[in-house]
Structures are given as C-alpha cells and as structure tokens.
C-alpha cells in the first residue's frame, strides 16, 4: 500500500511560479512510476506529466516547456516544478502512482493517488 500526500499548491499571478511536492510512503517508491493528474472544475482529470523509475518522463503538450517533473527515491518524493504559468493551469492537482503498464496517460490506470492540491492562477 502506498499513501500519497501532495503539497505546495496557492494563488499566484500569471507568468509566477510553483513547486508542488508529493511525499509517498512505502519502500518501494523508487521502483513507482509516477504522475501528476490535473482537474479544473467541471472538466475530467488530465495528464500533466509522469516519471518513471528509471528517471525518464513525458509531458502533456499543454504543459511541455514549462513544468518539469523530478523525484528524490532517498526522500520518496516526487516534485512538479511549474513555471510561466497560465490561468487556464488552474485546476486541483493529483499525484498517483504505478499505472498499469502501458496507460501511462489514463487516469483510471493509476493504483494510487493523493488528496489533491489547489493551484489557482490569477490573470
């Protein structure tokens, strides 16, 4: 079993910048794919970016150029470096992890997942 707890969302001006953070239990993290799903209200969940274990990732094109996924396995913990952001980035957003294989980009394929925090972007 693995729990996801997310922080570092807020308010910030268009063009700012943000670090979400998602501390994961476990000894296993290291060997966890992991994502960052986000949701604005009244639209489904959506991938933003993922890392898997060995350290590669994959961008959404909405976000690409501008977040940047990263994870510490010594404190199993995943990061979203998000800059040059955009009202339309607000949303609440999901870490999850270890997606069934091959569905990195489905939400439903993902085992495990976060509470959520709110990042609200203000024009």
């Known amino acids: 079993q693995v729990q996801l707890v997310e922080s570092g969302g807020g308010l910030v001006q268009a063009g700012g910048s943000l670090r979400l953070s998602c501390a994961a239990s476990g000894r296993t993290f290291s060997s966890y794919t992991m994502g960052w799903f986000r949701q604005a209200p009244g639209k489904e969940r959506e991938f933003a970016a993922a890392?898997?274990?060995?350290?590669?990732?994959n961008y959404a094109d909405s976000v690409k150029g501008r977040f940047t996924i990263s994870r510490d396995n010594a404190k199993n913990t995943v990061y979203l470096q998000m800059n040059s952001l955009k009202p339309e980035d607000t949303a609440v957003y999901y870490c999850?992890?270890?997606?069934?294989?091959?569905?990195?980009?489905?939400?439903?394929?993902?085992?495990?997942w976060g509470q959520g925090t709110q990042v609200t972007v203000s024009s």
């Open positions: 999850a992890a270890d997606p069934v294989s091959g569905k990195l980009y489905t939400a439903g394929s993902y085992h495990y």
């Open positions: 890392i898997w274990w060995s350290g590669n990732t």
